[in-house]
């Protein structure tokens, strides 16, 4: 749960609707997932040049998850 609203509020700060932004967790017995959802006008913002805005985003979901003892991957979904 901290890594959804962590996430969710590093995006909010990348994105011109801030509430379009919306964080869903999925666990299954191979990985968790966040699902982050944003506006379709905002969806180059999260990615960024070559995926590097999306790339970084994968290492803080990763490090956010040591902290909670989960190991998570991102999916940016449109």
Known sequence: MAS???LKYVV???VEKPDA?????INSEEANVLELRVA????GKVIGRN?????SLRTLVAA???KDG?????????
């Open 4 to 6: 959804e609203n962590f």
């Open 64 to 66: 956010a998850g040591v």
């Open 12 to 14: 909010s700060f990348l």
């Open 40 to 43: 379709p006008e905002d969806i």
């Open 70 to 78: 989960k190991s998570y991957t991102l999916e940016i979904i449109d």
């Open 21 to 25: 932004v919306s964080v869903k967790e």
């Open 51 to 55: 995926g590097r805005i999306a790339r």
